[in-house]
């Protein structure tokens, strides 16, 4: 009687377990046949809103399918398919992204292949990746580099070091940053080659390396770093004073003197926050690691930046034509030295600031100018020297600025048509700033003269191929990885500036909010 009473549960449970088999393998069936469906569109919109439909699926079908939609054209259908596959974890799904890192149909859809192999972290993906460690294209070389720094696993410190001497910059750059990510002091010796590479991007990502495994064997080649013209300075400075504890700034006569005073018997302290060093001029930072720069150079807004190469980006569309909040502005003007911003009208508070920095600007700086609004249009074609009659000529062209579309604006609140003047294109004026407009982010285009960027802006996007911050955030940073500019962003506008600070916190600038509650007072965070 008792057998009989427990058979009927048992029964009932393996009912219930393969009806929920079934309902399972219905809902996976549907998934992947709405993905197929609508994969079809035109519209890559649409295209990219359809692949999180795979988010879990998580087998072998579903891979294949995610990886034949990394050969998309739309960069974001890519940046989806690569987030979604990234998460898979079965051995299945594993397996089939392998075996697509080599298959000949790929084609370029590999260098994705092999980050969503990396990000995947799965122990028997290395091999595979190792096995491609020297392909020819160095878009997968590049990826297979970023894939590697994320195995700890002492089969990658050859390959990386091998990696360090490749012929791209990109190549090399990436190492470094996996390097770090490696964490062992073995590759300390092939980061302080890298301090030394011809490249600059590559310079500043050993840089940084340094800076995160704190060894005493790169104080001197950072030192060599420091002393250079330009922005990698502050870049050496941060890695020094993360290794030492210490901040002296940017020059490097101070790093220099404790150097000779200190360098035999100096051990790496545990880490810390800077320290003071009694009359030395050595600060603690506020909140931990000062990034700000103090020393001489160009001031924007506040900004300081040692940079020999720069590109303001300035926005003139029609909501530029507002007047800010006269009390904050009228209380606060003159806080940025010579300038007193006797208007309260947004374009010509950032008419001001450019134009007295441009007067400043010594002969050994390049720069540019680059106006947005829906159209993207610049000063120049390329960075130019700072001489007398490229700053008076500079200063014209900003001097006769207007914000777009103002006229237009007004036609419509009497009947007319808005049109598409004066519009905000903050993504097609950053692709322009990076020398990649029209471009795809991986191919020869990533080289670049340009150190630092300064984005001044008061409105959401609202035109252009992105519109959208977070897509235009992660894009850049993406980008960014090849080029290691520094972004700077100065907010006019109260609503966009937790938007203008993350853009600057994730490419090693300073974010300034103009009139967001404080009136014109640099926001350094």
Known sequence: MIRRALRVPLLTIAVLLFASTMLAADERAEKISRF???MSDSNPEVRATTVPILDGVDDAEAAALLVETLKDRAFNVRDEALRVLSGFRSDAAVAAVEKALSAPGTGKARPFVAMALGRMGNPQSLEPLLANVADPDWEVRRAITEALGGFRDPKVLEPLKA?????????????????????????????????????????????????????????????????????????????????????FGAEPKEWEDWWARSGDGFVVPPQNPPKSVGAGSAKPAAGGLDRKYKGPG?????????????????????????????????????????TNFTSTVKIEIAKAELIRTIKNLKENVKFNIILFET????????????????????IAFVQKQKPRGVEVAHNNRTGGSVGQVGRTNIWDALQMAFGVAGIGTYDKSYTTQVDTMFLLTDGQPTAGKMTKWEDIEAEVKRL??????????????????????KLAEDNGGTFVDLVGGEGLVPQNK
């Open 36 to 38: 197929k469906k609508y």
């Open 163 to 247: 990696l360090a001497k490749d012929p791209e910059p990109v190549v090399r750059t990436t190492t470094a940053d996996s390097l770090a990510k490696v964490g062992d002091a073995s590759v300390v010796e092939t980061l302080n080659t890298l301090l030394a590479d011809t490249a600059w991007q590559v310079r500043s990502a050993a840089c940084a390396a340094s800076g995160k495994l704190r060894d005493k064997r790169s104080i001197v080649p950072l030192l060599a770093v420091l002393k250079e013209e330009g922005r990698l300075r502050v870049d050496a400075k941060i890695a020094l004073t993360q290794i030492t504890g210490f901040n």
């Open 298 to 338: 160009t001031h924007y807004y506040g900004i300081n930046t040692p940079s020999k190469n720069m590109i303001f980006l300035l926005d003139v569309s029609r909501s530029m034509a507002e007047e800010v909040d006269k009390a904050a502005a009228i209380v606060d003007k003159g806080k940025y030295g010579e």
């Open 375 to 394: 159209e993207v249009t610049s000063w120049k074609k390329d960075v130019s020297p700072a001489t007398d009659s490229n700053k008076a000529d500079a």
């Open 480 to 501: 960014n990885g090849l080029r290691k500019v520094v972004i700077n962003t100065i907010s006019v506008g109260k609503l966009e500036g937790p938007f203008l600070r």
